[in-house]
T-cell receptor, first 113, second 113 residues
Framework: AQTVTQSQPEMSVQEAETVTLSCTYD???????LFWYKQPPSRQMILVIR??????QNATENRFSVNFQKAAKSFSLKISDSQLGDTAMYFC??????????FGKGTKLTVNP | GAGVSQTPSNKVTEKGKYVELRCDPI?????LYWYRQSLGQGPEFLIY????????DSGLPNDRFFAVRPEGSVSTLKIQRTERGDSAVYLC???????????FGQGTRLTVV
């Protein structure tokens, strides 16, 4: 079975600061994908960043970057220069060997002015 | 349409009633997914369509749940004899092809009273 664990139910950060959200996962697949999704109160899941397991280079998207540690099965999200609009639920997800995403329970991030 | 559209946005029904939830994917997207998100949890996979056929329905919790996609576009999730435990947000996503980004709708919040 594939699992995704997010150990931080809630996090807060000051505007313009940097915050890191943690995620660990388990899979027996060799080829898989990892994702971070943002879910604002509108409920729509928005893709933040995606990492392919066979790529050693960490993915980056503007202020968002990941620290992908394959051996440790760790996939953390770093948000730099946090903005008020970053306030949302953040979900880590895994897709491996099938078409379905397995999600963690989420981290509620609050950016304070 | 520009994005994945789900109707209704909210649905309140009485225990034991039948409900249908509709998903209108992005035009041209062949893959369509249904997920269920209970309060305080991450989304859980229900079913995946490739074209008109259900390629993976392993996430459907029991035989009260059924989904169709007769023309390979719009999909309907059907729940018979609803129970209070079915209360959740039902999310739909679509993607252009396998291993490409999945785009989510805003979900239907189902409340069974």
């Amino acid at each position: 079975a594939q699992t995704v664990t997010q150990s931080q139910p809630e996090m807060s950060v000051q505007e313009a600061e940097t915050v890191t959200l943690s995620c660990t996962y388990d899979t027996s697949e060799n080829n898989y994908y990892l994702f971070w999704y943002k879910q604002p109160p509108s409920r729509q899941m928005i893709l933040v960043i995606r990492q392919e397991a066979y790529k050693q280079q960490n993915a980056t998207e503007n202020r968002f970057s990941v620290n992908f540690q394959k051996a440790a099965k760790s996939f953390s999200l770093k948000i730099s220069d946090s903005q008020l609009g970053d306030t949302a639920m953040y979900f880590c997800a895994l897709e491996g060997g099938s078409e379905k995403l397995v999600f963690g329970k989420g981290t509620k991030l609050t950016v304070n002015p | 349409g520009a994005g994945v559209s789900q109707t209704p946005s909210n649905k309140v029904t009485e225990k034991g009633k039948y409900v249908e939830l509709r998903c209108d994917p992005i035009s041209g997207h062949t893959a369509l997914y249904w997920y269920r998100q209970s309060l305080g949890q991450g989304p859980e996979f229900l079913i995946y369509f490739q074209g008109t056929g259900a390629a993976d329905d392993s996430g459907l919790p029991n035989d009260r749940f059924f989904a169709v996609r007769p023309e390979g576009s719009v999909s309907t999730l059907k729940i018979q004899r609803t129970e209070r435990g079915d209360s959740a947000v039902y999310l739909c996503a679509s993607s252009k092809q396998r291993e490409s980004e999945a785009f989510f709708g805003q979900g239907t919040r189902l409340t069974v009273v």
